[in-house]
């Protein structure tokens, strides 16, 4: 088992819809999570942290489920330039572990 | 704002050949990181280190060294480059455990 699995997607959006995917992790003693965007053939970039009690910044919401073992990441009044692919990040101390990604498309 | 910077964005270089990729970090980081990424396969951590001199094996260490003499740059090296190691290579650094990281803008190495 992948120790962090995402929906590769592709999920195709139009403009001004919500999109919401998750990413689950195998180990339960994870500490921090983040989630990044890597446009194509480019470096990944942070997007933001994710906090127990859930955070927002702008339009992009991020929570975490500790029971479940599963963060999300929901994007409200998609803009075209979200389009991207979004990266999970599940770190234990030293270790971190990358989901293979979910891509995004956001068409007019 | 955090600045990884390395040393080439495309490379191109023989069978055999010995190759070299540089990464400098500007924000006195103790965790630096290489890995390459590959369509499918997703980032894969080749080398990481803790702190300077110190180096740990990631998940695919064959075929690859690693240098950190100095704190703020850690060094891939390809000793004897083959076509199977014709990829994307990030460089990252964080400031500690359980802290972001930052890339740096990759280097597409093809290995003819």
């Known amino acids: 088992r992948k120790e962090v699995e995402q929906d590769p997607g592709p999920f195709n959006v139009p403009e001004g819809a919500t999109v919401a995917f998750n990413c689950t992790y195998s180990?339960?003693?994870?500490?921090?999570f983040f989630w990044y965007r890597q446009d194509c053939r480019k470096e990944p970039k942070l997007l933001m942290s994710?906090?127990?009690s859930g955070n927002e910044d702008g339009r992009f919401t991020a929570q975490l489920n500790r029971a479940s073992q599963y963060i999300s990441l929901l994007i409200r009044d998609s803009k075209l330039s979200d389009s991207a692919t979004y990266l999970c990040v599940v770190n234990d101390d030293y270790k971190l572990s990358f989901g293979a990604g979910t891509t995004v498309t956001v068409r007019a | 704002d955090v600045k990884v910077t390395q040393s080439s964005r495309y490379l191109v270089k023989r069978t055999g050949e010995k190759v070299f990729l540089e990464c400098v970090q500007d924000m006195d980081h103790e965790n630096m990181f290489w890995y390459r990424q590959d369509p499918g396969l997703g980032l894969r951590l080749i080398y990481f280190s803790y702190d300077v001199k110190m180096k740990e094996k990631g998940d695919i260490p064959e075929g690859y060294s690693v240098s950190r003499e100095k704190k703020e740059r850690f060094s891939l090296i390809l000793e004897s480059a083959s076509t199977n190691q014709t990829s994307m290579y990030l460089c990252?650094?964080?400031?500690?455990?359980?802290?972001?990281?930052?890339f740096g803008d990759g280097t597409r190495l093809s290995i003819l």
């Open positions: 994710v906090y127990s």
């Open positions: 990252a650094s964080r400031r500690g455990a359980n802290q972001p990281q930052h």
């Open positions: 180990n339960s003693a994870s500490q921090s």
